[in-house]
């Protein structure tokens, strides 16, 4: 667990990519990531129960098909040695989470290397340039990171994906107060950090995680109207969530990807054009992770994925939903973590159906969580669904089936 914690780490923050440790050539990443897997497997804690697990594989196999099956097979060697550390860190984090004191400290990892990001944001906005070397974005002022983050919009999904998680950690308290006051403080700097990203699909992510919280705690009536309000209030700052309309440029050019992906999905149904293809047949991304993996792996793909996907906020909404006695103070973490995750879920997906973020390593550390964390409730509460991939295979299917034609009516309505 140390050195899947460290892993993680070091893929938000990055340090071996600093601009003082350029020219030092040290495996920090492909060395935690190692060890992390060493020492899984000499341990005796093995866990496949869930069906993330063999989904995840079952996917993971299916990009590397995509690949060949469009006449490029030395590229399936090159998808599977970049997807397979996000795959390795899934399994080694969900495995690792045997406890929730283990859960709550990769929590407070995640928040702690993102507030990292968060002052790198507003140094750079102090000073032009951040401590990375990395400026602002040259066209808007937003902010940026290195890496993996040097886009404002996976700043903001990162900042949106673990604001819940710090909201949870200041109910919980401690320490005569100062813990809350410190967690209040970290939630505030990662909503400033959004604000900072000008990333219009983060901002909304805020507003939908509020809605959602209000849903599960009032009803879907009152959380219809304080968010609707909310939104309101998000558009009236200085942002790019005003230019919020289907007309305006930068939106129509979305809907426009969103057009071209469904054609590439209906010239190759089955696997796609192939994974990281989708800019070889338009001069954009997808804009749009459902878009993206129905037009880079076809139905195949796309209906491992949406399961992988479904599982996870089915999960997470039986913990939501679930009231027995709750008598013991573990039994209440247990549901908060849940409506935390659950949260967090949307959130994520709020953001990412506006970006292409469908193998992005954020996404699947948060799956890791969930799986974890439910693996450990549902050993605790017999009671609590099983879910078993064989006998949900029709739901998807027609789940499947019913979000393609969903997405088409959307792009049909806004074109």
Not at 214 to 231: E, F
Request: glycine share 10%; hydrophobic share 55%; net charge neutral.
């Amino acid at each position: 667990m140390l050195f899947i914690l460290i892993y993680v780490a070091l893929v938000i923050v990055r340090p071996q990519e600093y601009p003082a440790f350029a020219d030092v050539e040290l495996p920090l990443l492909s060395g935690s990531l190692a060890a992390a897997a060493l020492s899984w497997l000499i341990s005796g804690r093995k866990n496949f129960s869930q069906p993330q697990y063999p989904l995840l594989f079952a996917f993971f196999v299916v990009t590397m098909i995509s690949i060949a099956a469009n006449g490029w097979v030395g590229g399936a060697v090159e998808q599977a040695t970049q997807f397979a550390p996000t795959i390795i860190a899934f399994v080694l984090l969900a495995n690792g989470l045997t406890t929730q004191r283990r859960l709550i400290a990769t929590m407070q990892v995640l928040i702690l290397c993102s507030l990292v990001l968060a002052l790198h944001g507003a140094y750079q906005v102090e000073n032009g340039i951040g401590w990375t070397g990395m400026p602002l974005v040259q066209e808007d002022g937003r902010i940026q990171y290195i890496g993996i983050f040097a886009d404002p919009n996976d700043l903001g999904l990162l900042f949106v994906t673990v604001l819940p998680m710090t909201l949870y950690l200041a109910m919980r308290g401690g320490l005569l107060g100062l813990a809350r006051l410190f967690w209040l403080a970290a939630a505030g700097l990662l909503l400033y950090g959004v604000y900072l990203t000008n990333s219009r699909g983060s901002m909304l992510a805020v507003a939908v995680m509020g809605g959602v919280w209000l849903w599960l705690r009032r009803g879907l009536i009152v959380a219809m109207v304080l968010g609707g309000s909310g939104l309101a209030v998000l558009q009236m700052l200085p942002s790019r969530l005003q230019e919020l309309d289907a007309g305006e440029e930068s939106a129509a050019g979305r809907v426009e990807a969103w057009y071209e992906g469904l054609q590439m999905f209906e010239a190759h149904p089955l696997v796609g054009v192939g994974t990281g293809n989708f800019v070889e047949h338009y001069f954009l991304t997808a804009h749009n992770s459902f878009v993206l993996v129905l037009a880079e792996t076809g139905f195949i793909g796309y209906i491992i994925w949406l399961a992988f996907v479904g599982y996870c906020f089915r999960m997470m909404y039986s913990l939501c939903r679930y009231t027995p006695a709750l008598t013991e103070p573990s039994e209440i973490a247990e549901r908060r973590i849940g409506v935390t995750l659950f949260i967090a879920l949307c959130g994520f997906f709020a953001a990412a159906f506006f970006l292409s973020r469908s193998y992005v390593i954020v996404l699947y550390i948060l799956a890791a969580m969930v799986v974890g964390q439910y693996t450990l409730v549902s050993g605790r509460h017999p009671d609590l669904p099983r879910f078993r991939l064989g006998s949900d295979i029709g739901r998807w299917l027609a789940v499947s089936i019913g979000s393609i034609v969903a997405l088409y009516v959307i792009v049909k309505v806004l074109l």
